[in-house]
């Protein structure tokens, strides 16, 4: 097979008669092989997208050649369920790579090529067996249209919504563009999603978007964040666990709030990344020992509402390989109090401020805060059952040694 495959006359070179009695085996061997797939070096790829982020396209913007294929080595390389797409009728490029129908593309190869490239034979599967053809989008193309829009309205930042994001050739060929492009891509199928942010993290296009992430990234920072949420893990899907990961290279709370605000993400999503941003420095607190569980349980359910967010925390940071070996204590511990649904917030008490206060015999004051709070650390670590009478006798005794 090797000696044949991308040999130019390697097959019309052979008799009619010597090429159908090679034919079985060679199929055969094809078949044997599974479908040919390209395969690509770190620098073929950066190659490739450094190509297409100097290809000219300000001359003729309406039309690209055949033959410009600036970018698409990068979506061939992680697009590898290509050839599993299947036409109305069920078939694809996988499925019909049998011997039998291997052996009508050979025969269509040698009839119409010179060189029997394993491109062309998977083009020739298809042609000769029905298949139809599946098309990636060429990037040059998307850089040209998004290019052509920009100068025209005169802009400088501009935001590509892509419904079907598909292969990913509007992705890359949209951020190839020298100007400031916000996309946002949409695709339903979970394999080409996952692929299309490996494109995204191999190219390091996030970074582009931000140029104050850009001056934190670091090389680890993709899979940090593909790992947070992964598929299948306990707490997937996690966008705002993601989100929070990725900007966790900065330091600087007002500058995350400034790079989401020029995202335009939503209030209620810089709430969140606020709320988790605080977790986390809680968790870090815990995990050196500066607070205990509990204690870091009740700051992080004060910080975003649930107690159960201590856990997912620790979580992330062992997903993302930022824990220390103190965080998988931790985490049996704060998983163990959600399990016996341990009060972390002065609302899970079995008794509430005003049943204190009635119990005390006292007016309402600044003094009830505090004491709720101390009674909740107590609650926490156990040294008070979270029962009404026994709430309410621990609060008198609180109060009477504070007076």
């Given at each position: 097979?090797?000696?044949?495959?991308n040999r130019?006359?390697?097959?019309?070179?052979?008799?009619?008669?010597?090429?159908?009695?090679?034919?079985p085996?060679?199929?055969?061997e094809?078949?044997?092989?599974?479908?040919?797939?390209?395969?690509?070096?770190?620098?073929?790829?950066?190659?490739?997208?450094?190509?297409l982020?100097?290809?000219?396209?300000?001359?003729?913007?309406?039309?690209?050649?055949?033959?410009?294929?600036?970018?698409?080595?990068?979506?061939?390389?992680?697009m590898r369920?290509?050839?599993?797409?299947?036409?109305?009728?069920?078939?694809?490029?996988?499925?019909?790579?049998?011997?039998?129908?291997?052996?009508?593309?050979?025969?269509?190869?040698?009839?119409?090529?010179?060189?029997?490239?394993?491109?062309?034979?998977?083009?020739?599967?298809?042609?000769?067996?029905?298949?139809?053809?599946?098309?990636m989008?060429?990037?040059?193309m998307?850089?040209?249209?998004?290019?052509?829009?920009?100068?025209?309205?005169?802009?400088t930042?501009?935001?590509?919504?892509?419904?079907?994001a598909?292969?990913g050739?509007r992705?890359?060929?949209a951020?190839?563009?020298?100007?400031?492009?916000?996309?946002?891509?949409?695709d339903?199928?979970?394999?080409?999603y996952?692929?299309?942010?490996a494109?995204?993290?191999?190219?390091g296009?996030?970074?582009?978007?931000?140029?104050?992430?850009?001056?934190?990234?670091?090389?680890?920072?993709?899979a940090?964040?593909?790992?947070?949420?992964?598929?299948?893990?306990q707490?997937?899907?996690?966008?705002?666990?993601?989100?929070?990961e990725?900007?966790?290279?900065?330091?600087?709370?007002?500058?995350?709030e400034k790079?989401l605000?020029?995202?335009?993400?939503?209030?209620?999503?810089?709430?969140?990344?606020?709320?988790?941003?605080a977790a986390?420095?809680?968790?870090?607190?815990?995990?050196?020992g500066?607070?205990?569980?509990?204690?870091?349980?009740?700051?992080t359910?004060?910080?975003?509402?649930?107690?159960?967010?201590?856990?997912?925390?620790?979580?992330?940071?062992?997903?993302?390989?930022?824990?220390?070996?103190?965080?998988?204590?931790?985490l049996?511990?704060?998983?163990?109090?959600?399990?016996q649904?341990?009060?972390?917030?002065?609302?899970?008490?079995?008794?509430?401020?005003?049943?204190?206060?009635a119990?005390i015999?006292?007016?309402?004051?600044?003094?009830?805060k505090?004491l709720?709070?101390?009674?909740l650390?107590?609650?926490?670590?156990?040294?008070?059952?979270n029962r009404?009478?026994?709430?309410?006798?621990?609060?008198?005794?609180?109060?009477?040694?504070?007076?």
């Amino acid at each position: 097979m090797d000696a044949l495959l991308n040999r130019k006359h390697a097959l019309t070179n052979l008799t009619d008669a010597e090429f159908e009695a090679m034919l079985p085996q060679l199929a055969a061997e094809l078949e044997s092989n599974g479908v040919l797939r390209e395969s690509y070096s770190d620098s073929e790829i950066q190659k490739d997208w450094a190509l297409l982020l100097k290809k000219d396209v300000t001359t003729n913007p309406f039309n690209i050649s055949a033959t410009e294929v600036a970018g698409m080595k990068v979506l061939r390389k992680h697009m590898r369920h290509f050839h599993s797409v299947r036409n109305y009728k069920g078939h694809s490029v996988e499925s019909l790579w049998t011997q039998p129908c291997l052996e009508k593309a050979l025969r269509f190869n040698r009839a119409q090529h010179s060189t029997p490239y394993a491109s062309e034979i998977i083009r020739s599967l298809s042609f000769a067996n029905g298949l139809g053809k599946v098309t990636m989008y060429r990037p040059l193309m998307a850089k040209k249209v998004v290019s052509y829009l920009a100068n025209k309205d005169e802009l400088t930042d501009v935001r590509v919504l892509d419904v079907c994001a598909g292969w990913g050739g509007r992705m890359i060929g949209a951020k190839s563009v020298g100007i400031k492009v916000h996309y946002t891509g949409i695709d339903p199928c979970a394999k080409t999603y996952e692929a299309l942010r490996a494109i995204r993290d191999e190219l390091g296009l996030t970074a582009q978007i931000a140029p104050e992430l850009r001056a934190a990234w670091v090389a680890e920072l993709p899979a940090r964040v593909a790992a947070v949420g992964r598929a299948g893990s306990q707490d997937a899907p996690d966008p705002i666990g993601r989100l929070a990961e990725l900007l966790a290279v900065l330091t600087d709370d007002a500058v995350v709030e400034k790079v989401l605000t020029a995202w335009r993400r939503p209030r209620a999503t810089l709430y969140a990344v606020a709320a988790l941003r605080a977790a986390d420095r809680s968790a870090a607190a815990a995990e050196h020992g500066e607070i205990d569980a509990a204690s870091y349980r009740i700051a992080t359910a004060a910080q975003s509402g649930d107690p159960r967010d201590a856990a997912r925390q620790l979580r992330r940071r062992i997903a993302s390989g930022r824990a220390t070996p103190a965080a998988a204590t931790l985490l049996v511990l704060c998983e163990r109090a959600d399990e016996q649904q341990i009060p972390a917030l002065v609302g899970d008490l079995a008794a509430d401020g005003a049943e204190v206060i009635a119990a005390i015999n006292e007016q309402p004051g600044a003094w009830v805060k505090p004491l709720l709070e101390e009674l909740l650390q107590e609650v926490a670590h156990g040294r008070v059952a979270n029962r009404r009478d026994a709430i309410v006798a621990a609060a008198k005794q609180l109060y009477e040694k504070k007076r």
